[in-house]
């Protein structure tokens, strides 16, 4: 059966494709002789270094979020960022008198990453020791090193205009949360408020840049656990078997870009999802029940059963949650002719239609009845 050895699986953990693991998604500059000379409590009039914007700016253009964390007074030190031009760079910045990890775990938390995705820049080697201590997850670099981590290996990010758009994405996420606050304590009324539209279409070669990207960032919405590369995608592109659809989603605060991505084979009364990857930035909208139903109503004849592979990670417990909200069982008894664990749904007796989103087919329809042939890999 398809996939079982396609991706290399060792000792339950999931085998990335080279170069993907570990890629730092965002970066947490200090301020005072970090970014700029001088310090500012001090009553220097700070200067930025030399070489520093242009390494913001091109970790911005890759994808790669930025934040700070400074001891400093918030409004003078707001004050100097304003001055320079680069205020709007940063998000979520912890400018204050807490220890430095605490910052990057609040960080961490308003951007629903893990600490692993982080790297921390200070001149000051007892700041990183200290964010090494409490985060261990962190790398950390000395200020001397900055322009040096933009050809470093786990500062790659991505060329795609999804990753060029990334700190804009945050930022409207920012302002669904700001009214979400003000509105009611009814979360189903807001969402629908939101007027949220998720497109589907079928995989083009424009999308292989961005595809490959969400499938090594995602972790949360990761259904399957994998991470694999454009070779494997392209692989399967090339399989009859499968058909690929990609996913873009958008609201009345702006534009999510590609937000998912499904792998998707048939056998007889089951339509079978190999692989679901999700963006964390969609998570807690319903948009798990969304692409269900769009990927049933859109497969003829209409499958009988949906199954969903699904295998645990240490970070996507909230997608088998979305599964076992759904009413979705562990598939025991074979009824998805599985080579790996899965889900099960009889979609005659559950409606997962959604009254929250309304979905686009752009291009978009369901595999033929085909059984995937055995693919083994050396």
């Not at 999308?207 to 990761?222: C, G, S, V």
Request: proline residues 4%; negative net charge; charged residues 30%.
């Amino acid at each position: 059966m398809f996939l079982a050895c396609d991706f290399v699986i060792e000792d339950g953990r999931e085998a990335a494709a080279p170069g993907v693991a570990n890629q730092v998604k965002c970066v947490v500059f200090d301020l005072d002789d970090t970014l700029w000379t001088g310090v500012l409590l001090h009553g220097d009039r700070p200067r930025l270094r030399p070489g520093v914007e242009r390494v913001l700016r091109e970790l911005d253009r890759r994808g790669i979020l930025l934040s700070l964390a400074s001891k400093n007074d918030y409004g003078s030190a707001w004050e100097q960022l304003i001055r320079m031009g680069l205020d709007d760079l940063f998000l979520h910045p912890q400018i204050g008198w807490q220890p430095k990890s605490i910052g990057i775990a609040r960080i961490a938390d308003h951007l629903n990453l893990g600490l692993d995705a982080f790297a921390f820049v200070d001149d000051n080697p007892f700041e990183r020791a200290e964010v090494a201590a409490a985060c261990p997850e962190v790398v950390a670099f000395d200020a001397a090193e900055m322009e040096a981590i933009l050809d470093h290996p786990r500062f790659r990010g991505s060329d795609s205009v999804d990753a060029a758009r990334r700190r804009q994405y945050y930022r409207d996420e920012m302002a669904r949360n700001a009214v979400r606050k003000q509105s009611s304590h009814d979360y189903g009324a807001f969402l629908r408020s939101c007027d949220i539209e998720l497109s589907a279409r079928t995989f083009a070669s424009k999308d292989l840049d961005r595809t490959a990207e969400l499938i090594q960032r995602t972790n949360q919405l990761n259904f399957s656990g994998r991470h694999y590369g454009r070779d494997d995608i392209l692989r399967l592109v090339r399989d009859s078997c499968f058909r690929i659809c990609v996913m873009t989603c958008r609201d009345r605060f702006g534009d999510y870009g590609t937000i998912g991505v499904a792998v998707v084979a048939r056998l007889g009364a089951t339509l079978r999802i190999e692989d679901l990857m999700l963006s964390c930035r969609v998570q807690g909208r319903g948009l798990e029940r969304a692409v269900f139903a769009h990927l049933i109503t859109s497969t003829a004849p209409r499958p009988e059963r949906l199954w969903v592979r699904f295998r645990p990670t240490a970070r996507n417990a909230p997608a088998r949650q979305a599964l076992e909200d759904l009413g979705f069982r562990l598939d025991c008894d074979g009824a998805g002719d599985v080579d790996g664990a899965g889900f099960i749904l009889d979609v005659t007796h559950h409606d997962l239609q959604s009254d929250v989103i309304r979905v686009i087919a752009d291009d978009w329809a369901g595999p033929a009845d085909q059984r995937p042939s055995a693919t083994t890999l050396a």
